[in-house]
T-cell receptor
Framework: GAGVSQSPSNKVTEKGKDVELRCDPI?????LYWYRQRLGQGLEFLIY????????KSGLPSDRFSAERTGESVSTLTIQRTQQEDSAVYLC??????????????FGPGTRLLVL | KQEVTQIPAALSVPEGENLVLNCSFT??????LQWFRQDPGKGLTSLLL?????REQTSGRLNASLDKSSGRSTLYIAASQPGDSATYLC??????????FGTGTRLKVLA
């Protein structure tokens, strides 16, 4: 079946502009994650959605970052007034959300954001 | 606070060599540990998942071990091939859903 998809694959924007990144998780997956990966770095947790529970936003680096998810489907990550340090690959992942120890995440290809 | 470290940061080996990638973590209270592969321009692909109660997992030429008490995991790749060239990331699941990732090892296997 279809995997996790993200759009756009690449985004170039000017400093100060807002951007919106989209993630379509695997159908039926209740858990959804956003990560940021700066060049040469590991993945940095941003936000976690699980079903209809309140999201864990503890990883969002500033109030310029926000994310929404409609039910158990599409999620959008919005960055307002972009800064050059926001340049990174933004990765989305989903998982069944069972909480079982052996559960894994399935990643999308990412959106590469470049802020000029 | 859980921290995950991977050594070496980069590795270049000739085809056919056996190699070991290392991952260490500071808090032994984990649910599981996963090894992922990341190819340029692509997302992560899960290679092996070791539950906290397990010592190792094997898949084909890959073998991952876990020593929770010492906070260490190794990924062993046998008979490396150019197609194995990628970045390898380890991730520790701390708590019911949070994953902490290492910075990865960039592997290049030379033909």
């Amino acid at each position: 079946g279809a995997g996790v998809s993200q759009s756009p694959s690449n985004k170039v924007t000017e400093k100060g502009k807002d951007v919106e990144l989209r993630c379509d998780p695997i159908s039926g997956h209740t858990a959804l994650y956003w990560y940021r990966q700066r060049l040469g770095q590991g993945l940095e947790f941003l936000i976690y959605f699980q079903g209809n529970s309140a999201p864990d936003k503890s990883g969002l680096p500033s109030d310029r970052f926000s994310a929404e998810r409609t039910g158990e489907s599409v999620s959008t990550l919005t960055i307002q007034r972009t800064q050059q340090e926001d340049s990174a690959v933004y990765l989305c992942a989903s998982s069944p959300g069972s909480g079982r120890v052996q559960e894994t995440q399935y990643f999308g290809p990412g959106t590469r954001l470049l802020v000029l | 606070k859980q921290e995950v470290t991977q050594i070496p940061a980069a590795l270049s080996v000739p085809e056919g060599e056996n190699l070991v990638l290392n991952c260490s973590f500071t808090d032994s209270a984990i649910y599981n540990l996963q090894w992922f592969r990341q190819d340029p321009g692509k997302g992560l692909t899960s290679l092996l998942l070791i539950q906290s109660s397990q010592r190792e997992q094997t898949s084909g030429r890959l073998n991952a071990s876990l020593d929770k008490s010492s906070g260490r995991s190794t990924l062993y790749i046998a008979a490396s091939q150019p197609g194995d060239s990628a970045t390898y990331l380890c991730a520790v699941r701390s708590g019911t859903y949070k994953y902490i990732f290492g910075t990865g090892t960039r592997l290049k296997v030379l033909a």
